[in-house]
Structures are given as C-alpha cells and as structure tokens.
C-alpha cells in the first residue's frame, strides 16, 4: 500500500520533538550594576570594609543593604532617569550619594530585549557638615558587572 | 501539548483510514479502472491558519495550487499573508508580510484505481517579504530597585526578508468527489538573517515561529482544496 510508511512516521516524530525546544531563557548578561568598592583614605591603595553600611534608594526609601561590613557592593541605577540618589549610612552618619549618567539603550536580543549602558558617569557626594565618605572616584562608562565602576574612600 | 498530542492521534487515525479503503476497492472491477490523468488542478484553502487567525484575532490567509505534472510529482505554489504580535513584556515586536513557496511533491502513496489520495514529501523553497514593527520594549534589568518603564518606539522596518527551505510532508484524501481534507507537517531551514543591531524577527510570515538558537522551524497546515478537471 504505502512504500516508506516506517519512514514517514520516523520523520513526523522528529519533526514534533524539534519543534518543542524552548528559547525564551535569557542568558546574556543585561543591565549592568554599579559596583562600588570601599577604600582606606589615609593609604588609598588598600581596601577597607565600611561598618555597619546601610544604604537606601531615594526617592523611593527601598532599603538594600541593612547594617551589613562589607568593602564591595552593587547598586541598580534607574534607568528611567539621567540621575539616582542613594543614601550610604555608616554609623548613624548619612552621606548622599549623586549618579549622574547617559543612557544608551542597546539591543541585544529578542527573548533578553534591550539593556541600558551607562556613559558620562560622574559620582559625587553630597558635601554636610560630617561626610565620612573622603573622596570619590569613578569610571567614565558602566557596561558590564565585572569591574568596579566607582572607588569610594573613607 | 495537548495539541501536538492530537496532532499525533490525526496521524495514526489517518493511517487506519487507508487501510480501511483497501478492502473496498478490491471489489472495483477491472473495467472501471481510471487514472488521474496529468495537468489536474487543485486549489487549496489553509483551513487551520485561517480559523487560528479568526479566534486570536491575528488574520493569516493561504492559498495554495498544485498540478499533478509527471507520473507521481507535483508542482505546488502557495501564497499567503500572516501577521503576528510578539510581546515578552521586555521586547515587543510585530510581523505584518506575505510569502510564497514554490516546490516539488513526490507522491509516495500507491493509489487503487479509482483513487487519489495523496501522502507525499517535498521539498520546498519559501521567499517572505515583511514590515516589522518595534512597538516598544522595556529595559532588562535583571534585579530592579527602579522599575524600569515601558518605551514606546513605533519604529518601522519595512522590505525585511526571509529565505527558507522546507521538506514537508502532506496529506490529502479525497473525502468527497473533488474536495481534498488534508494537512501539512513541515520541517523549514532559515536562510536568511534574524537579527541586525537594532532588532530580531521573533516571527517570518510561512515560517513561523523563529528560534534564536537555531534557523529550523516547524509549520503544520491544515487544508481543505477542490480539484478541477475530469477524473
């Protein structure tokens, strides 16, 4: 009746499973985080971890790190805005910090979509009465995660 | 799932059918034997797509036409319109185009006189011309202090492109004198590109779906077609 029907049936089974395999996971690395390190002022080249470091998100008062020693971290920039503001607490001593910033939005596929990287990076402190942040320094563009964008000395 | 899952019943459920025939037509008499002749035209209606279309509102439209031209091959040209919105909630793209495909079908089904039913493979060349559409896209950010907005862009990209081969497999049984019910499983290879700097086709019209890892695609048709001509 049929001459091949074994190999019809053979291909319509490949056929149905090559047609299951998914490809909405984005796996590319999207957004880069600002990261901040934490340095001695007094002998710059050496890494000090700030205590009991708080830092909130302003406007919107979301706290992301709570009472916490550490000498790396990374923050979210909006991008929404040429601008985010932090408020880095340490020992009940607050600092603010500015971002300001360009965004470049850059495609980067259809399942992952669009990320934002930033350019003209410039970070200042807020200058009080008591600053314990001592000086800041940055990099002029944040595009990726792995190096630390911003050098806080305290 | 549960579709594919019928998908493959309709397919064994085909098979049975055939073999029902068998037994009748033995009884057919040698006199009453006929043979389609040659330059037989069928002109074929995309029923699946068309009711796909209708219920999700994202109207697709195909026709094809296809001639037995020598001994067991067939000449196939189908046309068609498809659109579709792609939306992730990071990337939203749409797809508004038409296509074609031009191909050969080789008919390995052994009809009893007085039949013609078809199984067949072919291979097929497929040419889509298409606008894409960036509606917008929302900033990936994989954790988010600040959620990010949505950007609207509307930005057009019209003459886009796509270039595919495809070894289908069809199937089509006379279920009245001259109507064809029948569908198609096919197995397409994109030849040309998905993505540019600025975007990615999540969708080729008679392609279908377009995967980012890989250029094969996967398409099912279903039809109902009328045949011109003397038996």
Known sequence: MMKHPKYIIILFIGIFFMACEKDDVCLQPMTPKAVIRFYDFTSQNDIKAVDNLTIIALPIKDTLYKNVNKDSIALDLNVNENQTKFLFLSVNNKDTIVFNYQRNDVFVSKTCGYKTIFKQLNVLVIPDSDNWIKNITNQTEITADTIADVKIYH | ?231
Request: one cysteine or more.
């Open chain 2, 1 to 231: 799932m549960l579709r594919y899952t019928i998908n493959i019943l309709f397919i064994f459920w085909s098979l049975s059918s055939f073999s029902q025939k068998q037994i009748n037509d033995t009884l057919i008499k040698n006199d009453s034997i006929h043979i389609l002749k040659p330059f037989n035209v069928r002109i074929g209606f995309d029923l699946g797509n068309f009711i796909d279309g209708k219920l999700n509102n994202n109207p697709k439209t195909a026709f094809f036409i296809d001639s037995n031209i020598y001994k067991n091959y067939f000449l196939c040209l189908e046309v068609g319109s498809n659109n579709n919105d792609f939306n992730n909630s990071v990337y939203h793209f749409q797809t508004k185009g038409n296509y074609l495909k031009l191909g050969v079908d080789y008919n390995i089904y052994d009809n009893w006189p007085g039949m013609d039913n078809q199984i067949s493979m072919g291979f097929h060349y497929g040419y889509s011309n298409f606008t894409g559409t960036l509606v917008g896209y929302k900033i990936n950010q994989p954790s988010n202090t600040f959620p990010p907005t949505e950007n609207i862009v509307n930005k057009e990209f019209k003459n886009i492109s796509g270039k595919w081969f495809e070894i289908t497999s069809k199937l089509q049984v006379e279920v009245l004198r001259h109507i064809y019910l029948g569908y198609s499983i096919s197995l397409k290879y994109l030849l040309s590109a998905k993505r540019t700097n600025e975007y990615e086709v999540p969708f080729i019209p008679g392609f279908y779906k377009v995967n980012s890892n890989r250029n094969f695609g996967f398409g099912m048709q279903y039809y109902i077609s009328y045949r011109f001509g003397k038996d």
